[in-house]
């Protein structure tokens, strides 16, 4: 286990536990020897954090203590890193703003030996990232889908052909080429997908659809197994 890890749950040990708690046993809960456990107790009474005790007696945490609102694992960190990064290729603008905003959050209220997972720069997604779409603004996408309301969209199918579509989105997919709405399309009166490098205009209309989400997203699932349709 790193040391940013133990940091972690030595942590989570005194803070749930009832009465002191030895290095001995703490050492026998992370599988280490006792000798880190008490290099460990003081690098986090050199952070500040309240934690009274001695060898052969015992380790509290001192009562009052609050704990950051966050606490992640070294690897539940480079997750949220990594993930981070892969929306760097979705050509959605607004979840890459987001993106850097919440980055920015969990390393202010990670404890400091987990900031580094997020300053170092050590973890990278690359690849083909999808263009941002010239017609379609996909974070009005992503509301109508939370709202439960229609949009509007002039679209253009694989074969060319123009129509104009009412359509009820239930999800957002986002593929390296583009991102695929799928939503009950009024006019077929069936799911459908809708690349949205085909769309050429959209807005959101004065119609919702809400209480049937989940039930439109229960029929999408139901028809994986099917060929998908597209627009």
């Known amino acids: 286990m790193r040391k940013a890890s133990r940091l972690f749950e030595i942590i989570q040990i005194l803070r749930l536990a009832r009465q002191s708690v030895t290095a001995a046993e703490i050492a026998d809960q992370l599988e280490v020897t006792v000798r880190s456990i008490y290099r460990d107790i003081a690098a986090l009474q050199a952070m500040r954090v309240p934690i009274e005790g001695e060898r052969g007696i015992g380790y509290i945490l001192r009562p009052g203590f609050?704990?950051?609102?966050?606490?992640?694992?070294?690897?539940?960190?480079?997750?949220?890193v990594l993930a981070l990064a892969l929306l760097e290729r979705t050509g959605d603008t607004e979840l890459k703003r987001a993106a850097k905003q919440v980055n920015r959050k969990i390393a202010a209220v990670v404890p400091a030996p987990?900031?580094?997972?997020?300053?170092?720069?050590?973890?990278?997604?690359?690849?083909?990232?999808a263009p941002v779409p010239d017609a379609v603004d996909l974070g009005l996408v992503r509301r109508a889908i939370r709202d439960e309301q229609k949009l509007l969209l002039d679209y253009r199918d694989e074969l060319g052909s123009a129509t104009e579509r009412t359509i009820r989105p239930i999800?957002?997919?986002?593929?390296?080429?583009?991102?695929?709405?799928?939503?009950?399309?009024?006019?077929?009166?069936?799911?459908?997908?809708?690349?949205?490098?085909?769309?050429?205009?959209?807005?959101?209309?004065?119609?919702?659809?809400?209480?049937?989400?989940?039930?439109?997203?229960k029929i999408w699932v139901d028809g994986w197994t099917a060929v998908p349709t597209a627009g």
């Open 66 to 80: 609050t704990l950051p609102p966050l606490m992640l694992s070294v690897q539940e960190t480079e997750a949220i």
């Open 114 to 129: 987990l900031t580094q997972a997020f300053s170092a720069n050590a973890l990278h997604a690359w690849g083909t990232a």
């Open 171 to 217: 999800a957002l997919i986002y593929y390296s080429q583009t991102a695929n709405i799928v939503a009950w399309c009024e006019l077929r009166q069936a799911i459908r997908n809708f690349r949205a490098d085909r769309v050429e205009h959209c807005e959101a209309v004065d119609g919702f659809f809400r209480g049937e989400g989940d039930g439109l997203r």
